[in-house]
């Protein structure tokens, strides 16, 4: 009896996984149909590796079978790549002849990859090592590996671009985005189309009408591959469009070269030393992201929301409410839009109704689209229609008695599970709940300019928000196909708070004589679309001056704000929205600045240099301005204001452009520098200036000193 209690717990984890059988093997019509069942998403494992090449073996060897299926059993997946926790950096190159696609390829018997959903990284190489693909329209296709830092390491540099030819291969591996199955036919990639009902049946018809003594393996086709001379000018056009920064973008350039040259089997071996060379940082980086991304959603003890967002009341039709709104209706969700008088409200709903009709005009939308957002967009001045809202976000003006005065009334005209959200980015969401009954229903749904482009919502919770709450906040960004970070209530949230430093030390280096422009370009040049004075001139500067105020108040002691940016609003040089600002209308303007940045070093307490401004290189800079970032991450990380420190890597990529092959602003320092250079860079800063914005905290000092990861939230 004991024995028999024990023995389940005697079994590893892993080891019940390697025994689960994911594949399944019948033979239909003289067909065996090999179905992958490897959840959630048919990774390939080295187990489903082998279980695959064991059944495909077994088909090979039955005499009453003539042609083999691969198949899924997982609705909406066929394979979504390799697996990627199995990922561990190469000690050695491999044999690229024992990878899945090449022995599916080495198959007597044809072998038909029958896809239906996604078919990504290592699972589209594995649909092209078989003899043939049908598909169905909507299925979704592509080579996202550079995504990961890595290259398409199964054949896929060399079997792609002679299916497709070169031009496209190389489009589809370098923007990383899958294509439909509808596309993949039009590309001759797929042989057959047909919905998922008939998927099986034609899958079968196909199979057992190959003739494989007339087969050409895709490694050796030649009939779609570019001209020679074609094939030199797209060559060129490539080495211009690589990035040298990601250096895996290169190296699958140069696989697909070999292959092109010296044939496909030789290809794959060029291939496998490419992969093998793999800037690794950057590797790490990414796949660090890629599950950081999929993380910031679990949050401990919240329920699961079984309910849909079905509609949202937008307070506030200015350029937030306005965003936010769009942001709704172009997802399914009623909007119902309130504004303090008739003008300002018709003023919300034109605005609103213009860029539909601009998404209308550019094709971004189809008529049916069009129709169906703004019949879902009502407007009024009153509250009449709240008690039947799902959520409300309030988007007024900064003005805390405002924010107050709204959230009384919500508190009267809206049902008792109404989530009531404040997209505030400066005021203390806790002072605007504290004395109404409501207040476990108020939360932080903090929303990036443009509402409806940019990619991260922040959730701020208070000392009273519910966890039911933060379920539903959750649901909200999943409906709003947004990425989600969840935050504990303080001043700036996550992202306006670890990026005050950014715009301190920007103005720190102005006053130290170096110029904005060079900053910008430094900045640019580590990965930022833009550099931070022309994203002030972007945002507008006086919401700048407004936004670091009130970081200034929270945290004076390491706030430094330059001379500049309050001369340049003095000078009502506000941004691109009044024509002018550091820029005039996005281009240079040296003279108009000179005498005004002169001005501003010579208001500045401490001008003395740390060097000669030519002195300082690009990683001199992107230090100064990036090192304070990493070290006000650390302290929120210190202070326990988020789940996981991997939230701020999302948070810095999603809210601030923070380049993802970087990893993320505490994963870049981690991976690239290592915390403890991180700390000797910021103390050294520290010592040199005397500023408080570089005096590494606690949590950062701490993990130097035992020598651990800035992620491991010591
Ligand atoms: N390996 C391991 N786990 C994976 C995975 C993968 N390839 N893809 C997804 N998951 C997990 C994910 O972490 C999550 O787990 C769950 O599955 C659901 O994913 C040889 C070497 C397919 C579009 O880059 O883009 O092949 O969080 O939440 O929104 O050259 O997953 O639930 O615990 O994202 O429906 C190339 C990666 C690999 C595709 C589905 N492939 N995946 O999106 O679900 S490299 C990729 C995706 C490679 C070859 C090389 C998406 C998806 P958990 P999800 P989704």
Not at 127 to 141: D, E, F, I, Q
Not at 271 to 282: A, D, I, M, Q
Not at 363 to 386: V, W
Request: net charge positive; aromatic share 6%.
């Amino acid at each position: 009896n004991v024995d028999h209690k024990l023995e389940p717990t005697s079994i590893q984890h892993s080891d019940v996984k390697a025994q689960e059988e994911v594949v399944t093997y019948e033979v239909n019509k003289q067909v065996a149909v090999i179905r992958m069942g490897s959840k959630p998403v048919n990774a390939v494992s080295s187990h489903l590796k082998s279980s695959i090449e064991e059944k495909v073996s077994e088909a090979n060897k039955d005499t009453n079978v003539k042609a083999i299926v691969l198949m899924s059993a997982i609705p909406g997946f066929f394979i979504a790549g390799a697996d990627i926790t199995e990922f561990k950096p190469k000690t050695k190159t491999e044999d690229p002849t024992t990878r899945l696609p090449s022995r599916l390829e080495g198959s007597t018997k044809p072998i038909v990859a029958a896809i239906d959903g996604f078919c990504l990284g290592g699972g589209l190489e594995t649909a092209m090592g078989c003899t043939a693909r049908v598909a169905t329209p909507n299925s979704r296709l592509g080579l996202p590996e550079l995504n990961l830092g890595i290259i398409p390491g199964w054949g896929g540099t060399q079997r792609l671009p002679r299916l497709i030819g070169v031009k496209k291969a190389m489009e589809l591996m370098l923007t990383m985005k899958p294509i439909s199955g509808k596309e993949a036919h039009d590309l001759k990639l797929v042989d057959q189309l047909c919905e998922s009902n008939q998927l099986l049946s034609t899958a079968i018809q196909l199979a057992l009408s190959i003739d494989m003594s007339k087969n050409i393996k895709s490694l050796h086709r030649q009939d779609r591959l570019e001209s020679k001379a074609e094939l030199e000018q797209i060559f060129a056009h490539l080495e211009k469009m690589v990035d040298p920064r990601q250096p895996q973008q290169r190296q699958a350039l140069n696989a697909v070269k070999a292959g092109v040259t010296r044939g496909g089997d030789e290809g794959l071996v060029a291939e496998e030393e490419e992969s093998f060379n793999v800037h690794k940082p950057t590797a790490k980086a990414l796949q660090h992201l890629f599950f950081a991304e999929r993380a910031t959603s679990k949050i401990p003890n919240v329920p699961a929301y079984n309910k849909k967002i079905n509609s949202v009341g937008v307070i506030g039709g200015g350029t937030m409410g306005g965003g936010i709104a769009i942001a709704c209706l172009e997802n399914g969700i009623k909007v119902t839009l309130k504004e303090v008088n008739q003008k300002f409200l018709d003023a919300g709903l034109e605005r609103i109704k213009n860029t539909f009709k601009s998404k209308l005009e550019r094709k971004r939308i189809n008529q049916k689209q069009f129709d169906a957002a703004l019949n879902n967009l009502t407007g009024t001045i009153s509250y009449e229609g709240f008690q039947t809202l799902d959520c409300v976000i309030e988007a007024v003006l900064e003005i805390v008695d405002l924010k107050k005065s709204v959230f009384k009334d919500l508190s009267k005209h809206c049902n008792k599970e109404c989530i009531l959200g404040t997209n505030t980015s400066t005021i203390d969401i806790e002072s605007i709940a504290s004395d109404l009954d409501c207040r476990d229903r108020i939360i932080g749904l903090h929303f990036f300019s443009p509402a409806n482009v940019m990619p991260l919502l922040e959730i701020i919770r208070t000392s009273h928000t519910s966890n039911e709450i933060i379920a539903a906040g959750l649901q909200l960004s999943k409906q709003l196909r947004k990425t989600p970070v969840v935050v504990k209530n303080c001043v700036g949230f996550a992202v306006n708070r670890i990026f005050f430093p950014y715009g301190g030390a920007a103005g720190f280096l102005v006053d130290r004589g170096v110029h904005p422009y060079r900053i910008d370009k430094a900045l640019k040049n580590f990965g930022f679309g833009v550099g931070p004075f022309r994203m002030s001139d972007i945002v507008g500067l006086d919401v700048g001056v407004m936004t670091s105020n009130s970081m200034k108040g929270a945290y004076s002691d390491r706030a430094y704000d330059g001379q500049l940016k309050q001369i340049m609003v003095d000078q009502k040089r506000l941004g691109d929205k009044v024509g002018r600002g550091y820029y005039i209308k996005g281009k240079p303007d040296e003279e108009g600045i000179a005498d005004l940045i002169k001005a501003s070093q010579n208001r500045a307490n401490n001008p003395k240099p740390l060097k000669n401004q030519n002195e300082f290189t690009d990683a001199d800079i992107q230090e100064i301005l990036l090192l304070p970032v990493v070290n006000e991450a650390c302290r929120v990380v210190q202070e326990n204001l988020v789940y996981r420190v991997s939230d701020l890597d999302v948070a810095s990529v999603m809210g601030m452009n923070f380049p993802r092959f970087r990893g993320g602003i505490v994963a870049w320092a981690d991976v690239f520098l290592g915390a403890k250079k991180t700390f000797e860079k910021l103390d050294r800063l520290y010592q040199e200036t005397g500023m408080e914005m570089f005096k590494p905290c606690e949590y950062l000092k701490k993990c130097a000193d035992n020598n651990k990861s800035l992620e491991s939230g010591l």
